[in-house]
């Protein structure tokens, strides 16, 4: 590292909106020196890259980055804080208190953050209220698309939420891509609670989306 370098980060989730399994929250830093170098491996938007490519771009990032941090969130959390939690956006500040986390561990100058609040300076308030160390945090919608180092932290916790859907998947069978919207996830959850009468430990609970399969009254599961 050059005496001109400082360090940047890069925090991204995945799996915020799913039935089945953790949310994935990442965070990526490098030197800027290095940064051209994530630019050079073509790292983009997780969402735009094909699940070869995320693989193979998520050894580069590990090898090339200074730190990558890891948070997953259960269902059983997720859960406890929507269904209890005191905060007004439950999901949106319990992302806030797991990225500040994340934050502390990646030592930045500046973290960039994708935003999932509809205010990225409230959430990046929180954030910073929230760390200890108190880099300078700038949150923004589709930063995973604006900052490569924001696209890197997509592509680590793409693969990461990735590798679990597939070990929920060799256990307990094959249910898609474990969002409400897949009609392969509402079957696998439909037949699931038809034979058991019970939900399985890896699906959110407190998710509306439970009516379409059957659920009326979360406690009865």
Do not use: C
């Amino acid at each position: 590292m050059t005496m001109e370098d400082t360090t940047i980060g890069g925090i991204d989730e995945a799996g915020r909106g799913a039935l089945i399994g953790p949310l994935v929250i990442a965070g990526v830093s490098i030197e800027s020196s290095k940064i051209d170098l994530l630019r050079n491996y073509h790292v983009k938007d997780s969402k735009v890259l094909l699940p070869s490519t995320r693989n193979r771009l998520y050894d580069l990032i590990v090898s090339t980055a200074k730190k990558v941090y890891v948070v997953e969130v259960s269902p059983k959390e997720i859960d406890e804080y929507v269904l209890h939690g005191k905060k007004l956006r439950k999901l949106n500040y319990l992302e806030s208190l797991k990225m500040a986390k994340i934050v502390d561990v990646l030592e930045a100058e500046v973290v960039y953050v994708d935003s999932a609040d509809v205010n990225p300076d409230r959430f990046a308030q929180e954030i910073y209220s929230a760390s200890k160390l108190k880099p300078k945090i700038v949150a923004e919608h589709h930063a995973d698309q604006n900052y490569v180092v924001v696209s890197a932290a997509s592509v680590v916790a793409k693969v990461t939420r990735d590798r679990r859907i597939e070990e929920l998947a060799s256990r307990y069978g094959f249910f898609g891509s474990g969002y409400p919207s897949d009609p392969r996830t509402m079957k696998f959850l439909e037949d699931w609670i038809r034979a058991r009468s019970v939900l399985p430990d890896f699906v959110r609970k407190s998710w509306k989306s439970l009516k379409k399969v059957g659920v009326k009254k979360i406690d009865e599961y």
